[in-house]
């Protein structure tokens, strides 16, 4: 009998706690979209409302539109970069397993091409490229981390494809580095084409696109192959080193970056055919138009700022620049930051904490590194590659 | 004494606010109206998120092609087939993992808790070791061990471990020499159900034969017998006949990259598989020394004063009622390993699980994919529930 008032006493509890806490959502709810507010016991009003403001399915009754409303202020409000803000530091969905690309070096320290992105980004933001907290994704854990919003962006050596621009619910930025697949094999194997591997155990990493186009090169060959599919790239690495597989396929990048981790590098080639086109850039939730914005537009000044040659070194002078290019671009001229929500000298930052996207590359695969990888389709578009920041106007 | 309650009954009303009864059914519906709130909100949450982002919530991709190879399968699949055959791969693949774990784990888990009875002061403490070993050490380091530093330290395919054209062992695997259809094999077919038939009939007829002798009614090795008998003798009869063998030797031999021929474990279900069967025993094989331990003494020494020997009374009088005792808690373990199947991700195999994160991964289709994984292992959890209940209730002591 006491256990059962007990019972009692806490239900009632938190039946208020509850009530509370919806009333809480609800009052939050109002400056942002105030029409949604009301309409929590007027089916009359609230339902024809909600098939206004929420397009695809219109809302049987009240009841469920009033319950779905707290999560609606994010939706297009902007308000991922005030979440950012808020919590003091950007959270980027990164590799950790990919050297040159994204690992953690022997201090201890999250670095590579695509991380130095990120903390572009947290310059940006912040004007500190170290206020950025760095989550490891595998390729198969990568999209629901950006989905369910874990991370604020995911710059981790990722495809832009159709699929994951509609059915993953995201957005792409624009490509940082144009990639193909690429397979390695040993080199006393003596393989040059895919119909030399016919019958070859290969190993490949899930969820990516490399585990698609293979299958689809073969097919288109006619020859067939084992698959030895890995979580991560560890996995799939390491079986290869041990003579599991014959060849291992991932992106050109991926395969030269782990080519050096293997027992030793200078047994193995990568061979001379393209299964496909890998353009590999940064991701955000789809719904936010103002943080897509940012990024991109982070990317793109990174681009510009190689093309008008402003570098880490010389980016203070270049503020008394004549050119009004550069001008806008660090924005000494113009209020092209505050359009996106950031300070008009975003640029400045950024550049000062990673210098441009010439000197990024430079710096983790540039020909100074073990990894080397020529600039070749990554060169910028005036030396006949693709990388062409657009107009800061 | 009725009357005398009927006087106080007025005065005595409790209000209804002071009334357990009552307030016992309120709290009740209360609880149930948040657990409703919460669940109604959690989902209008994620809707509402799904909705945001465009995500589409409907099961039609189902039927679309999934476009990823999968390592192994026991059925047909390559990478044109649709996401819904790539979940039965899945399944399959994890049905097939969970089955033979539980055989192999059960028969060594049985071996290890005898032999931690033993008088044997060797074998007593090597069982003893094993079990505090595996039962103390999580499985995924356990896996991960039997695969990085076992099996893929195995020689290459070119150096494998091999007698040609009989078996052949190296970091892709095993592969064994193995019975398949040769040309006549379609005469033979209708052999092996009459076989079958002879086999029942057998059966029934050992049976009946049995009663009347009024000894035990154990026929199933006579019949086991005739089937045998009938499949060899018609076996040797088409082979006689028609002059090719109806099921012939299918023999593993390098070719090109790999070994073709015969039937091949790979690496990643090997993995697995020790892995599964060597955690889940140490822990069966506990459950079967304390089911022992649980039979008295008297039984034991009874059956020796009858001049059983050890393994008769082990088999015939202990094991049996140690049964009792040991069912239920080996429901759990089986239970267990059915689900820790899904570890196989580390190993590489391709489970229910890894498949349906890849799936996942392709599709998009998180919650949808979630949901079916989810009903797939609760089915087969349930299943297994099932028939361990009805085995129990088959063994439980009848009381009359
Ligand atoms: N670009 C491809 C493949 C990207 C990918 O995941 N590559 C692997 C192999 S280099 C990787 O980065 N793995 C690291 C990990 O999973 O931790 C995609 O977007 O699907």
Redesign the interface.
């Known amino acids: 009998m006491k256990v059962n008032r007990f019972l009692g006493f806490v239900s009632v509890l938190l039946l208020a706690a509850f009530v509370a806490a919806c009333s809480n959502q609800a009052a939050t709810n109002e400056p942002s979209s105030p029409v949604e507010a009301a309409p929590t016991d007027a089916p009359a009003i609230g339902a024809p409302v909600a098939a206004a403001t929420e397009a695809p399915a219109p809302a049987p009754t009240a009841a469920p539109q009033a319950t779905t409303a707290p999560a609606a202020p994010t939706a297009s409000g902007g308000s991922t970069l005030q979440t950012i803000k808020d919590r003091g530091e950007l959270i980027c969905g990164s590799n950790d397993q990919v050297p040159g690309f994204g690992s953690v070096d022997a201090s201890g320290q999250t670095v590579g091409f695509d991380i130095d992105f990120c903390r572009a980004l947290a310059a940006a933001i912040f004007g500190d490229p170290n206020k950025v907290t760095f989550r490891p994704l595998t390729a198969q854990e990568r999209f629901t981390a950006v989905q369910s919003g874990e991370v604020d962006v995911l710059i981790r050596n990722t495809t832009n494809t159709l699929t994951r621009e509609t059915v993953n619910g995201m957005d792409f930025a624009p490509t940082n580095f144009f990639d193909g697949q690429g397979i390695m094999v040993r080199k006393s194997d003596n393989l040059n084409t895919i119909s030399d591997l016919d019958g070859a155990t290969i190993c490949v990493q899930s969820g990516t696109t490399t585990e698609l186009n293979l299958a689809d090169a073969f097919r288109a060959v006619g020859a067939s192959f084992t698959p030895a599919v890995f979580e991560d790239a560890n996995g799939t690495f390491s079986a290869y080193d041990a003579g599991q597989c014959d060849a291992v396929t991932t992106d050109k990048s991926g395969l030269a970056s782990r080519r050096l981790s293997l027992s030793s590098p200078e047994d193995h080639v990568i061979m001379d055919v393209t299964l496909s086109k890998e353009p590999l850039a940064p991701a955000v939730l789809q719904g936010d138009a103002q943080w897509r914005d940012i990024v991109t537009w982070v990317i793109y000044g990174l681009f510009n700022a190689e093309e008008y040659g402003v570098t880490q070194a010389n980016v203070q002078e270049q503020l008394s620049s004549d050119d009004p290019n550069i001008r806008r671009l660090l924005g000494v001229e113009g209020e092209l930051g505050a359009g996106l929500g950031l300070d008009n000298d975003f640029m400045v930052k950024v550049i000062s904490a990673v210098g441009n996207y010439g000197e990024i590359y430079d710096r983790h695969l540039g020909p100074n590194t073990p990894i080397n990888i020529p600039r070749g389709p990554n060169a910028q578009y005036t030396d006949g590659g693709l990388i062409y920041g657009m107009p800061f106007r | 004494m009725a009357q005398l309650d009927n006087k106080l009954q007025p005065s005595k009303a409790i209000p209804f606010y002071r009334n357990?009864k009552v307030?016992?059914l309120?709290?009740q519906i209360?609880?149930l109206?948040?657990l409703g709130?919460?669940f109604?909100?959690l989902i209008?949450?994620m809707?509402?998120?799904?909705?945001?982002?465009?995500?589409?919530l409907s099961f039609d991709?189902l039927p679309q092609t999934a476009?990823?190879?999968?390592?192994e399968s026991s059925i047909r699949y390559?990478?044109?087939d649709s996401y819904g055959r790539a979940f039965l791969v899945g399944i399959l693949n994890t049905l097939r993992i969970a089955v033979l774990g539980i055989i192999l784990s059960t028969i060594f888990g049985i071996i290890i808790g005898i032999g931690r009875l033993s008088s044997n002061w060797l074998l007593r403490n090597l069982a003893g070791a094993y079990v505090e070993l595996f039962r103390n050490t999580p499985l995924a380091v356990q896996l991960i061990f039997w695969f990085?530093a076992v099996i893929?330290?195995l020689p290459?395919?070119r150096d494998a471990i091999a007698i040609d054209g009989i078996f052949a062992l190296s970091?892709?695997g095993l592969t064994l020499a193995w019975p398949v259809a040769g040309e006549s094999y379609a005469a033979w077919s209708i052999w092996f159900w009459v076989g079958l038939v002879v086999g029942v009939i057998a059966y029934v007829l050992r049976r009946q034969q049995l009663q009347r002798l009024d000894r035990p009614l154990v026929a199933w090795p006579v019949a086991w017998l005739a089937v045998l008998a009938t499949w060899l003798v018609s076996w040797l009869g088409v082979w006689l006949f028609t002059g090719s063998s109806p099921l012939v030797i299918d023999q593993p031999h390098l070719?090109?990259?790999?070994y073709?021929g015969g039937v091949s474990i790979t690496?990643?279900f090997f993995a697995l598989l020790l892995g599964l069967t060597c955690y889940t025993a140490a822990f069966i094989a506990e459950i079967v020394r304390a089911g022992i331990l649980a039979v008295s003494k008297g039984q034991r020494e009874a059956a020796q004063a009858l001049g059983f020997t050890p393994f008769q009374t082990m088999r015939l009088i202990i094991f049996p009622q140690a049964l009792r005792v040991i069912i239920p808690p080996l429901t759990n373990q089986y239970l267990n390993l059915t689900k820790n199947s899904s570890l196989g991700?580390?190993v590489?195999f391709?489970d229910l699980f890894?498949v349906t994160?890849?799936i996942?991964?392709?599709?998009?289709?998180?919650v949808q994919v979630i949901l079916i994984m989810m009903a797939c292992y609760l089915a087969m959890s349930l299943l297994i529930s099932l028939f361990a209940n009805i085995y129990n209730s088959r063994m439980r002591l009848k009381e009359r």
């Open positions: 357990v307030l016992a309120v709290a209360a609880f109206l948040i709130l919460l109604w909100w209008g949450n809707l509402s998120s799904l909705r945001r982002s465009n995500i589409p991709f476009g990823f190879e999968i390592a390559s990478a044109t990085v893929l330290k290459r395919v970091n892709r070719s090109g990259f790999n073709i690496a990643a991700i580390l590489s391709p890894f994160t890849t996942n991964n392709q599709s998009g289709r998180a």
